[in-house]
């Protein structure tokens, strides 16, 4: 590739390089998966019109309901649209809150209450910086998605440091520890499954080690949950 077609590239003036032309550039920047993945994103249209309102399937919420760990269901712009009972439990009545308050990105940064049940919560900001990141990459013109980051520009300065930070990350896997009030220190693996058929959509199943003080505190935050089930 001559210096003139990178240049092109870089300032977005031309989209017809070829899969192997940008695999070679994302090679030769040592780019990571999420990193390529941007690349080939950048260097291809966008078609302007954006995807309807998401909506859950009957079948994945009665998936959620009769899961025996905390499971979510993330939309564009990391939205919450589904969540069963101990996921509630573990982070916040999610039915007791306004509609558009039920995102990830915004109760990460904004509430006091998720702020206190990350162990680490720094890196937990870092994470999910990285996934809005992506997301805002994905759909350019999502007015939701335009709008939450006005806000937390507005909000938060750990916000605003992070995102000029300009990191990516791809929620697939992983671990975070929970301190809960209820129930002490958590700690619980996540996996992340893409939903055939809306691949904007993904299953945040959690996991949890069996014969665990984690597992015995999760048993017990189920028998509250069931106790006092919080609105789905």
Request: charged share 20%; hydrophobic share 45%.
């Amino acid at each position: 590739m001559s210096v003139d077609h990178y240049v092109r590239l870089e300032q977005g003036r031309t989209l017809h390089f070829s899969e192997s032309v940008l695999d070679a550039v994302a090679r030769a920047l040592r780019l990571d998966d999420v990193e390529r993945d941007h690349l080939h994103r950048l260097a291809r249209p966008w078609s302007g019109v954006e995807p309807a309102e998401q909506q859950v399937r009957p079948g994945l919420r009665l998936l959620l309901d009769n899961a025996e760990v905390p499971m979510l269901v993330l939309g564009r712009g990391i939205q919450v649209l589904a969540w069963n009972p101990l996921a509630a439990a573990l982070f916040t009545d999610f039915g007791g809150l306004p509609a558009d308050h039920r995102n990830l990105a915004r109760l990460i940064f904004l509430d006091e209450g998720m702020r206190a049940l990350y162990e680490d919560w720094p890196a937990k900001c870092a994470d999910v910086v990285g996934y809005l990141r992506l997301e805002a990459i994905r759909h350019p013109n999502d007015p939701g998605i335009i709008a939450l980051i006005d806000e937390l520009h507005t909000a938060s300065a750990e916000f605003r440091a992070l995102w000029q930070s300009h990191g990516l990350k791809e929620k697939t896997h992983g671990r975070y520890a929970y301190l809960h009030p209820l129930v002490g220190r958590v700690d619980l693996g996540f996996e992340t499954l893409r939903l055939p058929g809306d691949p904007d959509q993904a299953l945040i199943a959690h996991t949890v080690t069996p014969g665990s003080p984690s597992a015995t505190a999760l048993q017990l935050l189920a028998n509250l949950a069931a106790h006092s089930p919080a609105r789905t």
